[in-house]
């Protein structure tokens, strides 16, 4: 099995972090929560996205990823992106603060998925969270196949949760991706 590490530079040959965060309604001004941030894949272009007007919350609970991740930002996204380490299920965000939330490929280490999407309820009652994760199908990289979420139990603790998910995309041949928004209680 072929191992392709997250700061592979190949990866941006098939998963397009502007594109995909554009798609799912990320603009200037924006505060958004990137959950599970790691070393900055999605972060730096969320930076770069909400430019000076906005604001990134980069959520991880490894002091690595952190540190991956400043040296990775500019001088742009410095002034930007708030590191925050944290379990993503416990972040120090204020409440109603965050337009978006973003989760790629970490669903499924959240063990308890209800704590998780009740931390992400805090953000505004407009806000959206978007998922990417893996297939659960056979390929050449990625976590095992056992380990994967398929696209029906995201969906069915999105739902349980009190997300409506109002789009549906595949963002490059290895993953889904939602963006769901709360319902009115």
């Known amino acids: 099995m072929h191992s392709h590490g997250f700061d592979d530079r190949s990866r941006r040959g098939w ?27 999605f972060t730096i272009p969320l930076g770069s996205m909400v430019g000076e007007a906005g604001k990134v919350f980069a959520v991880d609970s490894r002091p690595a990823a952190h540190e991956r991740l400043r040296e990775n930002l500019n001088s742009v996204t410095r002034s930007v992106v708030r590191t925050v380490q ?23 280490d959240i063990d308890d998925k209800a704590e998780f999407i009740l931390e992400v309820r805090r953000m505004k009652p407009t806000g959206r969270l978007v998922v990417v994760d893996w297939r659960r199908i056979e390929m050449e990289f990625g976590p095992p196949l056992e380990i994967r979420l398929d ?4 969906r069915e603790t999105l739902k349980a949760g009190g997300f409506e998910i109002t789009d549906t995309r595949k963002p490059d041949p290895y993953h889904y991706g939602f963006v769901a928004t709360q319902m009115n209680s």
């Open 15 to 41: 998963q397009d972090p502007e594109r995909i965060l554009k798609s799912a309604g990320v603009r200037r001004g924006m505060t958004v929560a990137d959950l599970g941030c790691g070393s900055g894949f």
């Open 86 to 108: 944290a379990d993503v299920s416990k972040t120090s965000i204020p409440s109603g603060s965050v337009d978006a939330a973003f989760v790629s490929n970490l669903l499924r």
């Open 151 to 154: 696209e029906k139990s995201v």
